[in-house]
């Protein structure tokens, strides 16, 4: 089914229709396709008759995108760029700009998100249960107001403009040979679906649909924690200079399993041809299982030389013993200092998605009446526990800097089986539970009236209301031996093993539910009250727009002018915690924080399109956009740590204005056939402000701290250039059925965040140049693709904490599918992601000298067989 390609929210538009259109203007192919290539033609058509910049996934069929997620599949598109997480494609970054700036829709809605800022994680989405996607690169009135970098738009089936299979049934094995080293872990997985469009009568249709995956990605981490900078701290000096030294280090394996669930039940109802009724529900529930096996490179003993004098007798680096590279110690030789610290761990984290709505449209002669409501919720709870030994070489080494494969040496063997004792003074670590809730329900109604016989073809306006309340709570428990004293673990729990993507120690092996029992005393995890939020979101908006059609010369014009407005409160409740001396000892006083926020925006557009010639379009546009604050930075939170002559704090702002900026696009479309096209897009975008982490003075009872939070800061310019290239080889008989889909993106900026700062990031998501190249072979029996997707490094925040952030290097990600039709209802597929076990390497303060990750993710296989009827 061909996605629907107009803005409008309230799905006014019938995809099928659109396509239709579009199609009756393109020259007429011989071939008739199927499979992918039918797929790219209807993504094609679909781009071809929408009204403003966009990016197409179609699906012909219910499950038949060739990927394990509709992340895989956004991630293709030109100008985005996704990050991996836990090795699988996550988030996306478009056109230069991060996640944050990235507004995700279900079915044209806003929906909830178990992120803590407004993030979607697009894999929590099985592309089992989607019919298709379209990005939105540029604006109109009628679109929901969040997307400064772009809108993502996932749909799914409507059961009575279905025309594929009644019943697709599918099965499989997923392989990852990233945690195949692993002891008593295994690297398969299992996948399986069933997706099911039954029509009652000729007005009414039911789709029902579920999948299961279960995914083992276990893979292999090197983590650096930063570096003692001028910034961060008081680095040691060299000849009274300053010099950067690291804290510290650790080697990380992750035993993952993954297991999905998801189900999604549609109903369509058209009474008569003046009434469209939809209602749609979704669900996904994702569990994640890790077993950690860590080794911690100076836990009691950090390697950051905190204020020390190089080369001086007692510092911990001597003349001949480091390797400085430029201003960064990268390697060193440490001896009789640094500990090594093992850890068995076990984090847990179970999210759900539920998504609901209901749609209807009244055609009449001359006007159209839509109306939506929906309600979403997201949840999600994580726990993270620990039990670890210590131990303290007389030597230990590393060496970390770029361009190098991360190491360390000790002089001992810190995996022992015989000589692992749970110490008192440090015996493990009990973090959470975490709970983070979110819930967005909103309602809609949109009118049209078709006007004849002038410049404006129709009118429309809408308005729109939505509840969003985020919340999050935090735990902690104390952790202790059972007997307050030192425990030896036993040697028939623990095993010794090796890492094959770097050269570290030896690494131990056992299992927390089985030590920790023996081991520590039962904890007893308390809420934590500082560490808690809750923000609400009222937002109010409304738009009115005019579309019009008329003639320049002999080149036909359509397009749209509007202004949406945007009314938005905001209210937050947390705890402020400020320590003080009371002249004996530090008290810590907790107070209640109620902070209120609002802000009106005015968002005008513009798009044309311009019929140059049959095949030949060209597509302008000018709107003012904006992307609200991410809702864990409205936090009201603010803690006050009193250690003279260290005087610090962490906050939230509930008073950040949102992401502003103004934007132009140009977009030159050729389709010169029915499934080729060559597009070049050219795009301006001058964005007033951006919401970074910064350190601010603040004087609290006669005292001044420093504090760290987030802020709103200077923007500046973004600017880019992209070229689609797509076709079959239609012009070699020999090669009809082989073809190409490739584009590539160009994006320069000023924008920068606003840390560190002596020396800013670039913008999250900027990326100066991306590209992806696929080569395809695709008749009625075999469907075949060998994908490249490439990037240059960017700027990504390091987990859930925004104040972290890093430099994602180049990646060239390598993949490649096949499957086969068996007979008329059988097929079979073989796909193979990341072929070249493309290691991921980010670095820390701008500077790739300064190791934040190394990780090697491995290559990932699925085989599937699938039923249609």
Same mark, same amino acid.
């Given at each position: 089914?061909?996605?629907?390609?107009?803005?409008?929210?309230?799905?006014?538009?019938?995809?099928?229709?659109?396509?239709?259109?579009?199609?009756?203007?393109?020259?007429?192919?011989?071939?008739?396709?199927?499979?992918?290539?039918?797929?790219?033609?209807?993504?094609?058509?679909?781009?071809?008759?929408?009204?403003?910049?966009?990016?197409?996934?179609?699906?012909?069929?219910?499950?038949?995108?060739?990927?394990?997620?509709?992340?895989?599949?956004?991630?293709?598109?030109?100008?985005?760029?996704?990050?991996?997480?836990?090795?699988?494609?996550?988030?996306?970054?478009?056109? %230069?700009?991060? =996640?944050? &700036?990235?507004?995700?829709? $279900? +079915?044209?809605?806003?929906? @909830?998100?178990? *992120?803590?800022?407004?993030?979607?994680?697009?894999?929590?989405?099985?592309?089992?249960?989607?019919?298709?996607?379209?990005?939105?690169?540029?604006?109109?009135?009628?679109?929901?107001?969040?997307?400064?970098?772009?809108?993502?738009?996932?749909?799914?089936?409507?059961?009575?403009?279905?025309?594929?299979?009644?019943?697709?049934?599918?099965?499989?094995?997923?392989?990852?040979?990233?945690?195949?080293?692993?002891?008593?872990?295994?690297?398969?997985?299992?996948?399986?679906?069933?997706?099911?469009?039954?029509?009652?009568?000729?007005?009414?249709?039911?789709?029902?649909?579920?999948?299961?995956?279960?995914?083992?990605?276990?893979?292999?981490?090197?983590?650096?924690?930063?570096?003692?900078?001028?910034?961060? %701290?008081?680095? =040691?000096? &060299?000849?009274?200079?300053? $010099? +950067?030294?690291?804290?510290? @280090?650790?080697? *990380?394996?992750?035993?993952?399993?993954?297991?999905?669930?998801?189900?999604?039940?549609?109903?369509?109802?058209?009474?008569?041809?003046?009434?469209?009724?939809?209602?749609?529900?979704?669900?996904?529930?994702?569990?994640?299982?890790?077993?950690?096996?860590?080794?911690?490179?100076?836990?009691?003993?950090?390697?950051?030389?905190?204020?020390?004098?190089?080369?001086?007798?007692?510092?911990?680096?001597?003349?001949?013993?480091?390797?400085?590279?430029?201003?960064?110690?990268?390697?060193?030789?440490?001896?009789?200092?640094?500990?090594?610290?093992?850890?068995?761990?076990?984090?847990?984290?179970?999210?759900?998605?539920?998504?609901?709505?209901?749609?209807?449209?009244?055609?009449?002669?001359?006007?159209?009446?839509?109306?939506?409501?929906?309600?979403?919720?997201?949840?999600? +709870?994580?726990?993270?526990?620990?039990?670890?030994?210590?131990?303290?070489?007389?030597?230990?080494?590393?060496?970390?800097?770029?361009?190098?494969?991360?190491?360390?040496?000790?002089?001992?063997?810190?995996?022992?089986?015989?000589?692992?004792?749970?110490?008192?003074?440090?015996?493990?670590?009990?973090?959470?539970?975490?709970?983070?809730?979110?819930?967005?329900?909103?309602?809609?109604?949109?009118?049209?009236?078709?006007?004849?016989?002038?410049?404006?073809?129709?009118?429309?306006?809408?308005?729109?209301?939505?509840?969003?309340?985020?919340?999050?709570?935090?735990?902690?428990?104390?952790?202790?031996?059972?007997?307050?004293?030192?425990?030896?673990?036993?040697?028939?729990?623990?095993?010794?093993?090796?890492?094959?993507?770097?050269?570290?120690?030896?690494?131990?092996?056992?299992?927390?539910?089985?030590?920790?029992?023996?081991?520590?005393?039962?904890?007893?995890?308390?809420?934590?009250?500082?560490?808690?939020?809750?923000?609400?979101?009222?937002?109010?908006?409304?738009?009115?727009?005019?579309?019009?059609?008329?003639?320049?010369?002999?080149?036909?014009?359509?397009?749209?002018?509007?202004?949406?407005?945007?009314?938005?409160?905001?209210?937050?409740?947390?705890?402020?915690?400020?320590?003080?001396?009371?002249?004996?000892?530090?008290?810590?006083?907790?107070?209640?924080?109620?902070?209120?926020?609002?802000?009106?925006?005015?968002?005008?557009?513009?798009?044309?399109?311009?019929?140059?010639?049959?095949?030949?379009?060209?597509?302008?546009?000018?709107?003012?956009?904006?992307?609200?604050?991410?809702?864990?930075?409205?936090?009201?939170?603010?803690?006050?740590?009193?250690?003279?002559?260290?005087?610090?704090?962490?906050?939230?702002?509930?008073?950040?204005?949102?992401?502003?900026?103004?934007?132009?696009?140009?977009?030159?479309?050729?389709?010169?056939?029915?499934?080729?096209?060559?597009?070049?897009?050219?795009?301006?975008?001058?964005?007033?402000?951006?919401?970074?982490?910064?350190?601010?003075?603040?004087?609290?009872?006669?005292?001044?701290?420093?504090?760290?939070?987030?802020?709103?800061?200077?923007?500046?310019?973004?600017?880019?250039?992209?070229?689609?290239?797509?076709?079959?080889?239609?012009?070699?008989?020999?090669?009809?059925?082989?073809?190409?889909?490739?584009?590539?993106?160009?994006?320069?900026?000023?924008?920068?965040?606003?840390?560190?700062?002596?020396?800013?990031?670039?913008?999250?998501?900027?990326?100066?140049?991306?590209?992806?190249?696929?080569?395809?072979?695709?008749?009625?029996?075999?469907?075949?693709?060998?994908?490249?997707?490439?990037?240059?490094?960017?700027?990504?925040?390091?987990?859930?904490?925004?104040?972290?952030?890093?430099?994602?290097?180049?990646?060239?990600?390598?993949?490649?599918?096949?499957?086969?039709?068996?007979?008329?209802?059988?097929?079979?597929?073989?796909?193979?992601?990341?072929?070249?076990?493309?290691?991921?390497?980010?670095?820390?303060?701008?500077?790739?000298?300064?190791?934040?990750?190394?990780?090697?993710?491995?290559?990932?296989?699925?085989?599937?067989?699938?039923?249609?009827?």
């Amino acid at each position: 089914m061909a996605l629907a390609a107009s803005p409008a929210i309230a799905q006014t538009d019938s995809p099928p229709a659109q396509a239709a259109s579009a199609q009756a203007n393109a020259p007429a192919d011989e071939i008739v396709v199927t499979g992918l290539r039918a797929s790219l033609r209807d993504a094609l058509q679909a781009k071809r008759a929408a009204s403003v910049v966009t990016e197409t996934i179609s699906s012909k069929d219910i499950g038949v995108l060739p990927d394990v997620t509709i992340a895989d599949q956004i991630a293709r598109l030109p100008g985005v760029t996704a990050t991996r997480d836990r090795g699988n494609a996550s988030q996306a970054a478009v056109r %230069g700009l991060g =996640p944050r &700036l990235v507004l995700g829709l $279900v +079915n044209g809605r806003e929906v @909830a998100s178990s *992120e803590p800022d407004r993030n979607v994680r697009w894999e929590i989405y099985p592309s089992e249960i989607v019919s298709g996607a379209t990005l939105y690169k540029s604006q109109s009135a009628d679109l929901i107001a969040g997307g400064v970098a772009g809108t993502i738009d996932i749909r799914t089936v409507r059961p009575l403009d279905y025309s594929g299979p009644a019943l697709t049934l599918r099965a499989g094995a997923l392989y990852n040979d990233g945690g195949k080293s692993i002891p008593h872990y295994s690297p398969w997985g299992a996948r399986g679906s069933g997706q099911l469009v039954e029509k009652l009568t000729d007005t009414l249709a039911v789709s029902l649909g579920g999948t299961y995956q279960r995914q083992r990605n276990g893979f292999e981490s090197f983590q650096g924690w930063g570096y003692n900078t001028p910034d961060t %701290g008081t680095p =040691p000096t &060299l000849n009274g200079k300053p $010099v +950067n030294a690291p804290w510290g @280090a650790q080697t *990380e394996i992750k035993a993952l399993t993954e297991t999905r669930w998801s189900s999604t039940l549609g109903v369509q109802w058209k009474p008569s041809d003046r009434w469209d009724v939809n209602a749609d529900l979704l669900y996904s529930n994702v569990k994640i299982n890790e077993r950690q096996y860590q080794q911690w490179y100076g836990r009691s003993n950090g390697w950051g030389d905190w204020g020390g004098t190089i080369g001086a007798p007692g510092d911990i680096y001597q003349s001949g013993s480091y390797t400085l590279t430029g201003n960064d110690i990268t390697a060193a030789k440490l001896n009789n200092f640094s500990s090594v610290t093992n850890v068995l761990a076990k984090y847990t984290e179970d999210k759900t998605l539920f998504v609901s709505g209901l749609n209807a449209r009244y055609h009449g002669d001359d006007w159209t009446a839509t109306f939506d409501a929906s309600y979403s919720e997201a949840r999600r +709870n994580n726990l993270w526990r620990s039990v670890a030994t210590e131990s303290y070489p007389a030597s230990t080494s590393f060496s970390t800097g770029a361009g190098t494969v991360p190491s360390v040496t000790v002089s001992s063997n810190p995996a022992d089986v015989t000589a692992q004792t749970v110490q008192s003074s440090y015996p493990g670590v009990y973090d959470g539970p975490q709970r983070l809730a979110d819930s967005l329900g909103a309602a809609q109604a949109d009118f049209r009236y078709d006007l004849h016989g002038g410049f404006f073809s129709g009118i429309g306006a809408g308005m729109r209301y939505s509840n969003r309340v985020k919340s999050f709570t935090a735990g902690t428990a104390t952790v202790a031996t059972k007997t307050g004293s030192g425990f030896t673990v036993p040697s028939n729990l623990l095993e010794s093993f090796q890492v094959g993507s770097f050269s570290v120690p030896n690494m131990l092996y056992g299992d927390y539910d089985a030590i920790a029992p023996l081991a520590l005393a039962a904890a007893n995890p308390a809420n934590d009250p500082t560490r808690g939020w809750r923000v609400r979101e009222d937002d109010f908006e409304g738009y009115v727009k005019a579309d019009f059609e008329s003639t320049i010369g002999n080149v036909p014009l359509n397009g749209n002018i509007g202004v949406r407005f945007v009314d938005v409160t905001t209210h937050s409740n947390a705890v402020r915690a400020t320590t003080s001396w009371n002249g004996t000892a530090n008290v810590t006083v907790n107070s209640p924080v109620d902070a209120n926020a609002e802000y009106f925006r005015a968002l005008p557009s513009l798009n044309l399109n311009f019929d140059l010639t049959r095949q030949l379009k060209l597509r302008a546009g000018v709107a003012r956009v904006m992307s609200r604050p991410p809702l864990d930075e409205l936090r009201g939170n603010q803690l006050l740590s009193f250690y003279p002559p260290q005087l610090t704090g962490s906050a939230g702002n509930p008073y950040l204005r949102p992401f502003m900026a103004s934007q132009g696009d140009l977009s030159l479309e050729w389709y010169f056939r029915k499934d080729a096209l060559f597009a070049l897009a050219g795009y301006y975008k001058k964005v007033d402000t951006n919401i970074g982490y910064t350190q601010t003075q603040q004087v609290v009872n006669g005292q001044t701290y420093t504090i760290t939070g987030p802020a709103n800061g200077n923007g500046g310019d973004i600017y880019g250039a992209e070229a689609t290239f797509q076709t079959p080889f239609w012009f070699v008989p020999a090669l009809e059925h082989f073809g190409v889909y490739s584009n590539l993106a160009l994006v320069g900026s000023n924008v920068h965040e606003l840390a560190p700062a002596s020396n800013p990031f670039k913008a999250v998501g900027l990326a100066k140049f991306t590209g992806e190249f696929d080569i395809y072979y695709s008749d009625k029996t075999f469907d075949i693709r060998v994908a490249v997707k490439h990037h240059t490094p960017f700027t990504v925040i390091y987990g859930w904490d925004a104040s972290q952030l890093t430099r994602l290097e180049s990646e060239t990600i390598l993949g490649a599918s096949i499957s086969a039709n068996v007979t008329k209802n059988v097929s079979v597929r073989f796909q193979a992601n990341n072929l070249t076990n493309q290691a991921a390497r980010f670095y820390w303060n701008n500077d790739p000298q300064q190791l934040a990750r190394y990780e090697r993710y491995g290559r990932s296989f699925l085989a599937d067989v699938t039923f249609k009827y």
